[in-house]
């Protein structure tokens, strides 16, 4: 009964460095989400898809690279870390027009 | 430019007491409208969905009311608990393209 995990919770890195954040869904959705959430701020999407092997942009896609190879898994990439990506991702998964399933986040800072 | 705005941006009430969260939206045309429930450290989960046909909803202690016509939508706490301190977030889906969220309310219930 896992729903949407996020790995890993929480990471420090140096501005320049590059990491994957890691979401897997076990409930055969077909369309998954990235958002990020700033302090006082709502979510804002950065990238989404729609099925495997299809990605979108979103609202705030710069700095960041997604891909879904496999249905059940989503990937965000920063391929080169600014202080400004420093943020809690939260990655979400759903059937079409259906209320999204989301993950507890993962809370990433950036020095 | 969709917009979804909510009021209060802040909340503090006395354990036991109701309250009213708004929510106004300029996304048209419309499909459906969802309020969610963040807790501290966690990711949204969903308490309601409605569609443009629907004109309340209740989950509980919670209940959704929908105006389409002046594009509103309120969720109604009752007898709130400590544990109703989360903040509460309204997201709008368009008939096509992606959703878009408010910043959310922050409800502080105290004892």
């Known amino acids: 009964n896992a729903g949407v995990t996020q790995t890993p919770k929480f990471r420090v890195l140096k501005t320049g460095q590059s990491m994957t954040l890691l979401c897997a869904q076990d409930m055969n959705h077909e369309y998954m989400y990235w958002y990020r959430q700033d302090p006082g701020m709502g979510l804002r999407l950065i990238h989404y898809s729609v099925g495997e092997g299809t990605t979108a942009k979103g609202e705030v896609p710069d700095g960041y690279n997604v891909s879904r190879l496999k249905k059940q898994n989503f990937l965000l990439g920063l391929e080169s870390a600014a202080p400004s990506q420093t943020s809690v991702y939260f990655c979400a998964s759903s059937y079409r027009n259906q209320p999204q399933h989301f993950g507890d986040g993962t809370r990433l800072s950036i020095l | 430019k969709n917009q979804v705005e909510q009021s209060p941006q802040s909340l503090i009430i006395l354990e036991g007491k109701n309250c009213t969260l708004q929510?106004?939206?300029?996304?048209?045309?419309?499909?459906?409208l969802r309020w969610y429930k963040q807790d501290t450290g966690r990711g949204p989960v969903s308490l309601t969905i409605m569609t443009f046909s629907e004109n309340t909803k209740s989950n509980g202690r919670y209940t959704a009311t929908l105006d389409a016509d002046t594009k509103q939508s309120s969720l109604h706490i009752t007898a709130s608990q400590l544990s109703d301190s989360a903040s509460y977030i309204c997201v709008v889906s368009p008939n096509a393209g992606k959703s878009t969220f408010g910043d959310g309310t922050t409800l502080t219930v105290k004892p």
């Open positions: 929510c106004n939206y300029t996304v048209s045309p419309f499909s459906n």
